[in-house]
């Protein structure tokens, strides 16, 4: 091992030094190679558009070739217009140009419309992971680099002090001097190690003025102690750990600089004595642009530029009139005035760092693929990691926040938007709440009972801005509705740009601080204030006396799905796109009319398809929302659940024989069936009886309804609803109950799929906890776990059937459209009450229940079921080493056509239904992936979706995108 470190050593000292042997060659050649007029050129970046302007085109040749600048700046335009610029612009340069931009938060800032942005550094600087901005500085070179900018004007080290500050704010990384150059520091090291060179500013400390220099000249009037230990403390940190440029702002400090209103950029004071000495810095020097007014207003063209190079910078950027800058200079260098040898030693050191960002090996930019290849998946990963760390609460009296009790009643208000948003939508995924827009003619609102009622009253603020004069955007009507309510109501206020408006709001319950507003942020906030992920963001900004910067209060995760990018999940996105093909697929194969598909990953729903549509007609289209007949899997979401907890609280024993919970069944073949081995398929059962077909006159041929069992309306006589105006006589159940005592017995012990045990859990379950199978369902688990679709007999419970796709046109027992109406014959004659099937669900509710199962049990802060009972029920039977209790498993062998992919670790548990679905859950990779749909429509003998394998073939995408990554 150590002669391994060694030779790596010997190595890396080597390449090091063959670099710094090809980087002295290479500037040596280069400045060897240049005239005067070329050499002066290289002082300047120009300004330049990402746009086909002809004119403007010309103006930029004219720069290039008549006054040889040494770099451009790009502002407005698109990615591909300016690649496409930057390639001709390149060409025609004689020297390497530097392409520089604004990219503060990347390529978005100026290129607003196919340009990626990250978030604003006040944002980022409530994150205690810099890791993390690292992580953004290597991603936001990538994005620059792609399009061929070598150059970043970032990251901003100001320390933004004042609140009122006009143009820094949320620029910032915050007022504390710590977190802003800790920060800054990642940032810039992010940048560099890609080659990217980063430019500290705005020097000496743009943070507590209130003044925007694009417009006048700030002053900055502290003294020198207080500059030392504030203003300049990030750029001597980044001095010493060198950063490649530094930009001066125009400021008038007094303290450092004497002269009457000269600007910080004219000042040699600041930049050769403060900057260059004082702090030993020797990278490049870069001017704010010359063309804002604090200074263009100020000074002439020419000599502005003239005094800011005497003053000590290196680039002079953006100046308002370049030729008249460049032929100003030139005169002074022919007539001794300024040192040919000083501007020598500049061009060495532009030169220098213009091999640093490998201009020495210069490429043509591709721009296909180029939008895709700068808002890469693993952006909007990083992005999206960015944001859930930066949430920040920082007020919560009676530790509401998360909410675990969805049981709760909840009402949510958007201020400063017109419409309902995101945030509102992205609540209603966990809890019924009704949603409002506020306007000052929001009269029914102010006056609303539902306010009066509720629970928890949750406000959220957009479009905010950070002027403290006009209440950062905010109405007087607005303050005071919200002042007012808080005094009565539990209000939980959600801010979604400037932090420092919750200073208006000192009666609120809760206060958590969001930064920006987006779509993405405004959904991961509302995901997190019900527990999907840790709350550890810190204040970036002091709030007064009670909120001081770094303060954050810190709430664990309560484990509920949220939404995710698959590439923040291990996963790729391009493999599980290929998923819609499939879905596709079934529908062109006439394999199901439509369906959904929901695919889960460490807690986090990566993937939800919803397709087609609940019939071949193409009228009613699958949403989020339809409800389908989950057959089966009724089995895992509803019997397994009511065993697991009454088996946990020892209400039940699977041990004992079903017997001794069902006297009838002694003196019969079943009298010793032990409900363990039933559970488990190997108690010899037989697979399926057709009850159905004893109350049918010629059942497989004419199939008529006998009116000796089956009624219209319903009465005492006939009550059990088995389909639209079909009601069953009401004794049947004990004929069928009847019936499965009586039935056949397989003689050995052996795996043999049986419905039959689960006839047996609704009254099971009432005479080991006096609570109806449906209401223990109910009480104990659904509506704990916040699941308002899934349940029995969906058209008693209040979901209309437009939602529910129907499952089949039944020519041979019911003779209708069965919709809303279990399809199982058997379930439907335990009035679509078993435990066997009868469960309508949509696929997010089914993937609840898979996840609180991986999470051992716990979900959204209570514990439905011990680690134990996971175990015991989850975990492959060893006697036949087939199943697990109650679910399914994948063969131990590898088989040919297998109903779960072979992919899927053995571990794997779940279960398929007959029209048409499956849930699986994998406790390795902590996945979940779930298939509905209605094969069986409108003819359920017909089996393409597993003749043709199309959802194993989906879930051999789920592993293949884990392997991709």
Known sequence: MRIAFILFLSISNYLFAQNLVEKDEW????????????????????????????????????????????????????????????????????????????????????????????????????????????????????????????????????????????????????????????????????????????????????????????????????????????????????????????????????????????????????????????????????????????????????????????????????????????????????????????????????????????????????????????????????????????????????????FRDLEHSFVSICIGTDKITSFQSRLIKYIEVPSFVYSEQSINLKNNPILRDADHIIISLHQLNFKSANNYGLSNDQIEFINKLSKKRKVHLVVFGSPYVIQLFPEVSSALLAYENNDIIQNITAEMMFGTDPISGTLPISLGKNYQSGYGIRRPSLFRLGYSFPESQGMNSDTLNGIIDIAQQIIESKSAPGGQILIARNNKIVFEHSFGFQKYDSLQKVTESTIYDIASLTKIVASAPCIMQLDDNNSLSIGKNLSYYFPDLKDSNKEFIKIRDALLHQAGLVSWIPYYKSTLISPDTLNIINTNFYRETPSDSFNIPVADKMYLRSDYKDTILAVIKNSKLHESKKYLYSDLIFYFIPELVRKTSHLEFETFLAKKVYRRLGLRNMNFTPLQNGIGIERIAPTEVDTYFRHQELRGYVHDMGAAMFGGISGHAGIFSNAEDIAVILQCFLNFGNYGGYEYFSNDMIKKYTRRDKELNRRALIFDMPEVAQIDNPYISNLAPKSTFGHTGFTGTCAWADPENNIVYIFLSNRTYPDSSINLLHKLRFRVKIQDLIYKSLSVI
């Open 27 to 402: 500037v040596k050649n280069r400045f060897n190679s240049l005239s005067l007029d070329e050499k002066i050129g290289q002082l300047f970046i120009a300004r330049a558009y990402g746009k086909d302007d002809t004119d403007h085109i010309k103006s930029i040749e004219d720069l290039i070739k008549n006054y040889y600048v040494g770099g451009l700046c790009f502002f407005q335009g698109n990615a591909e217009t300016q690649a496409k610029l930057t390639n001709y612009y390149q060409e025609i340069s004689k020297t390497p140009l530097f392409i520089s931009m604004d990219a503060e938060w990347s390529l978005g800032m100026r290129l607003k419309s196919d340009g990626f942005s990250y978030p604003k550094q006040l944002c980022l600087g409530a994150i205690r992971d810099n890791s993390l901005i690292y992580e953004m500085g290597r991603d936001v070179a990538s994005q620059l680099k792609r399009i061929g900018v070598n150059l970043n004007f970032a990251p901003v080290v100001d320390i933004n002090s004042n609140p009122d500050n006009p143009v820094i704010n949320e620029r910032s990384f915050g007022d504390n001097r710590i977190n802003v150059v800790s920060k800054s520091y990642a940032y810039m090291k992010g940048l560099q190690d890609e080659h990217v060179l980063a430019c500290a500013k705005h020097f000496p400390g743009h943070g507590d003025t209130d003044k925007d220099s694009h417009y006048e000249l700030p002053v900055l009037n502290h003294n020198r102690s207080r500059l030392d230990s504030i203003e300049l403390f990030p750029f001597r940190i980044l001095a010493e750990k060198k950063v490649d440029a530094v930009m001066v702002a125009h400021l008038q400090v007094p303290t450092l600089e004497k002269t009457n209103d000269l600007p910080s950029t004219l000042s040699s004071s600041i930049i050769t004595d403060l900057l260059k000495d004082q702090m030993k810095y020797n990278g490049l020097i870069i001017t704010d642009a010359l063309e804002m007014k604090a200074v263009a207003n100020k000074f002439p063209a020419g000599e502005l530029e003239v005094m800011c190079y005497k003053a000590g910078v290196d680039i002079l950027l953006l100046s308002e009139n370049l030729p008249a800058a460049f032929l100003k200079l030139k005169q002074l260098f022919l007539n001794g005035e300024l040192s040919i040898t000083e501007l020598d030693s500049k061009v060495q050191k532009i030169l220098s760092y213009k091999f640093d960002a490998q201009l020495n090996q210069l490429n043509k930019i591709e721009t296909s693929r180029l939008i895709k290849d700068i808002n890469t998946y693993n952006s909007f990963s990083l992005k999206e990691k960015l944001y859930r760390n930066s949430i920040t609460l920082v007020k919560d009296k009676k530790k509401d926040i998360p």
